[in-house]
């Protein structure tokens, strides 16, 4: 079971300069910098490894996680013996050859930081235009690394790649945002396909092994959607997404990916950016009066369980969720842990703010900012 955190051990073991997009795995973070990939141990503060990316150039920042760099979160790989990493590199041209520009995927050895591989993945540049952001590792599993770089554009389109993770080779590269991988699609928007071209996004499903179009839905300007997001059940792939035209109304459902049919209507149902942690799923997103609004629903039917604010209760800020609790910031610099199952307060009054938690403590930022991994305690 989880366990609350000690309110006082914020000012202890303070690991430094450590805000950049990180995951955490047992007592070491691995962090992406415009540099590299760090590993930092929570026990000590101290970084275990860094490797540098191959293509960052002597631009790059200093090795250190710092929060204003534009890349994502590295992933492990299922048995946590790789770490992988995603950077938008540079790569010089010469004689008539052009400068271009390239998404570098590395693999490096968790427990020695060696680079395992590298690998560069073309076509962004003058075929699909400047990085748009968004560039994130979707999924590393399956022997495929899958990348995406889009974040939502409803103008135009990302890339979507897959790289073998034993052959260290690019397998596919289309356009597209993609936003959810299943073991049968990616499930992505598209203004383009090999049998269409619209002004408007398609919902698409990706084949995982070879990029093609599986099927299309909202195949016409009044259907397109908008500010897709998607939730994953154990039982189910969830769309919930506005209506591209501006038309009132909200289609939250649940599709097959295998073929795109819809299996089941969520009528009245809204998902803003929704999340699971264990059975649970939880919404954070802004309600009708502005105001940070987290809700925990039911995983079968989507009705809520129980949400923030309430009276004289108020939402906590940049929830983190782990195991039945939620962590989150509430005002004058503190934060609380709340429980997932009835929302109530579990903790209060910790110094500080959650960056993420593990089953053996959490990541916290102060005021003054400054970082500290917080042992769980009992």
Do not use: C
């Not at 008539?96 to 680079?115: H, N, P």
């Not at 259907?223 to 939250?252: E, I, N």
């Not at 599709?255 to 149902?269: E, H, K, N, S």
């Not at 923030?308 to 609380?336: I, K, T």
């Amino acid at each position: 079971m989880p366990r609350p955190l000690d309110s006082q051990a914020i000012d202890t073991n303070v690991t430094g300069d450590f805000t950049s997009r990180f995951v955490m795995d047992d007592r070491t973070a691995y962090g992406v910098t415009r540099s590299g990939i760090v590993a930092t141990s929570l026990t000590t503060g101290k970084p275990r490894w860094t490797q540098d990316f191959p293509g960052a150039g002597s631009d790059a920042s200093d090795p250190s996680l710092n929060d204003s760099a534009d890349v994502s979160a590295p992933v492990l790989s299922p048995d946590h013996s790789t770490v992988y990493g995603v950077l938008d590199v540079e790569l010089r041209g010469g004689g008539t050859e052009s400068d271009s520009q390239a998404y570098q995927l590395i693999a490096v050895d968790t427990g020695s930081g060696k680079l395992d591989w590298s690998v560069n993945i073309p076509g962004v540049g003058l075929a699909y235009g400047a990085p748009t952001g968004g560039l994130t590792i979707l999924s590393a599993t399956d022997g495929r690394v899958i990348v995406g770089d889009g974040g939502g554009n409803s103008m135009s389109d990302g890339i979507v790649a897959a790289v073998d993770a034993a052959t260290h080779k690019v397998l596919w590269t289309t356009r597209g945002d993609a936003y959810a991988v299943t073991p049968s699609a990616i499930v992505a928007t598209a203004h383009s396909t090999t049998t269409a071209k619209t002004d408007y996004p398609l919902l698409v499903g990706l084949d995982p092994t070879s990029g093609k179009v599986k099927w299309t839905a909202g195949n016409d300007y009044e259907s397109a959607p908008r500010d897709l997001s998607v939730l994953q059940t154990d039982s189910k792939t969830v769309v919930s997404f506005a209506h591209y035209s501006g038309a009132s109304g909200t289609v939250t459902a649940a599709i097959d990916p295998t073929t795109g049919a819809l299996t089941q209507r969520f009528p009245g149902v809204e998902l803003s950016h929704p999340t699971r942690d264990g059975d649970a799923v939880y919404d954070v997103g802004v309600n009708d009066d502005g105001a940070d609004e987290l809700r925990a629903l039911d995983p079968s039917t989507l009705q809520p369980i129980w949400s923030l604010p309430e009276a004289n209760r108020m939402a906590p800020r940049d929830p983190v969720f782990f195991d039945g609790l939620v962590y989150g910031q509430v005002d004058h610099g503190m934060s609380v842990v709340l429980d997932g199952a009835t929302g109530r307060d579990v903790t209060a009054n910790i110094q500080g703010s959650f960056a993420m938690v593990n089953n053996v403590g959490a990541i916290m930022f102060s005021d003054d900012g400054k970082t500290a991994f917080v042992p769980a305690t009992g």
